[in-house]
């Protein structure tokens, strides 16, 4: 849910049949050891810069991030700058 703040620790410990789970924006909060023994085929959905990206890459898990419009746009503009002044 869109109101979860956080996430409690070993909430999902060795729940080895969860295969993907979202986490919302809203989490800032994730408990000691909250996936341990989790499968390593999880992916977590979230969105870029969260604690969850922070999480599911210390796990290793696979990472589908939701990235805004605006967030591309900025990309982009970046990508195009770097490339211009070969940085």
Do not use: M
């Not at 977590?44 to 999480?55: F, L, Q, R």
């Amino acid at each position: 849910s869109a109101n979860t703040t956080a996430i409690g620790a070993n909430a999902f410990a060795n729940c080895t049949s969860l295969k993907k789970l979202k986490i919302p924006e809203s989490v800032t909060v994730i408990g000691q050891q909250a996936f341990a023994g989790c499968s390593k085929d999880l992916t977590i959905v979230c969105k870029s810069g969260t604690i969850a990206e922070t999480v599911a890459l210390s796990y290793e898990y696979k990472i589908e991030l939701e990235v805004s419009d605006e967030e591309i746009e900025k990309r982009k503009e970046t990508t195009v700058i770097k490339k211009k002044t070969g940085i």
